[in-house]
């Protein structure tokens, strides 16, 4: 597919005329610029976020046709319209970087390449189509093969979460903005301990975990996850930015993609919110997510938790892991991109 930059997009204008127009463009909120590491890329992934949120919720109001990539794989309008945004956005703002989005074909010219941003302009097609507001805008940079910059915006909610991964992580919900550290409380560095027990075991000292879900594909395998951890509670919901998110704000104690429904363009932007908030995210097998291959699935799933808690549950999934899944030795780095 290629894509018009300079076509409409809602309610008339292209990129640079949206961005001008927009009550989000770079620089508004709160003061990203400064001199924390990638502040300018933080700036300008809340900025294109948010805009293309708008975008979203334009197409939320007044309905738009569905079509279909592939099978279970629907997409819209607002889909494209929303991508077309933040690609140019990036591409102009940071043009020697390469790209990746769900809506444009890969043609392999960010393999090898030391900065790489994904892009999935609405994480929860199925449940924007639904008329939900359970969809998020997902904007992620990597450096050196690990997600570094990370903004996740749910626009029905006007709900952002952002972070720099070792600088900082923040959600700001319809302007007010907290501070996301999963690290308090954390007592790992004095001894052995799983989490914040006091807060939410049942007395007797045993954890009791909530588990984010998915709402519209959970596995068959989290019911066989649940017996092998102290998973009590469950809160489901689209997106596996929102899920991620719900994590990081401490809301939920983990979260599974038991599966190979997830790729690359899911995951970046989460995991470096959750990373940046003192998360742990990985394959089943705690092993890092892979963003500079040609196969942008991740076919050996994710578990996503506070970093304290992270390996106590690779460890007590994988009966359930060595049976499902398959331990693959790691990728060669491919050589860097001129």
């Excluded at 019911?223 to 469950?234: F, I, Q, S, Y």
Aim: hydrophobic share 35%.
């Amino acid at each position: 597919m290629v894509i018009d930059f300079m076509a409409p997009l809602a309610g008339g204008g292209c990129y640079h005329e949206a961005m001008t127009k927009s009550k989000h463009a770079p620089g508004d909120g709160p003061d990203t610029t400064g001199p924390e590491p990638y502040g300018r890329e933080l700036s300008l992934a809340t900025a294109l976020a948010r805009a293309a949120g708008d975008v979203l919720l334009h197409y939320l109001r007044t309905g738009v046709p569905v079509e279909y990539k592939g099978i279970d794989d629907p997409v819209t309008r607002a889909d494209r319209e929303a991508d077309a945004l933040i690609v140019e956005g990036i591409a102009s703002g940071f043009p020697a970087d390469g790209i990746l989005s769900e809506e444009i074909p890969d043609s392999g010219s960010r393999l090898g390449r030391s900065r790489v941003w994904f892009v999935d302009p609405m994480d929860g097609t199925k449940e924007f189509i639904k008329g939900s507001g359970e969809f998020s805008v997902l904007i992620g940079l990597i450096v050196d093969r690990r997600p570094r910059v990370g903004v996740v915006y749910q626009p029905s909610a006007d709900l952002l979460y952002a972070g720099v991964v070792g600088s900082r992580a923040w959600v700001d919900e319809r302007g007010r903005r907290s501070p996301l550290d999963l690290t308090v409380g954390d007592r790992s560095a004095s001894g052995p301990t799983d989490d914040r027990a006091a807060a939410s075991d049942d007395g007797t000292g045993t954890p009791r975990w909530t588990l984010a879900v998915s709402r519209s594909h959970r596995h068959g395998l989290i019911d066989e996850a649940r017996r092998l951890l102290p998973v009590t509670a469950e809160v489901a919901t689209g997106s596996v930015g929102l899920k991620m998110g719900l994590v990081a704000r401490g809301r939920c104690d983990l979260y599974l993609a038991l599966d190979d429904r997830t790729h690359s363009w899911d995951s970046c932007g989460p995991q470096a919110v959750l990373e940046a908030a003192g998360g742990t995210v990985t394959d089943v097998f705690g092993e890092p997510l892979v963003y500079d291959s040609a196969d942008v699935t991740n076919r050996r799933g994710i578990v996503a938790a506070a970093a304290h808690r992270h390996r106590r549950i690779v460890e007590a999934l994988r009966p359930l892991t060595e049976r499902h899944f398959v331990l693959k030795a790691p990728e060669k780095e491919p050589p860097r991109a001129p």
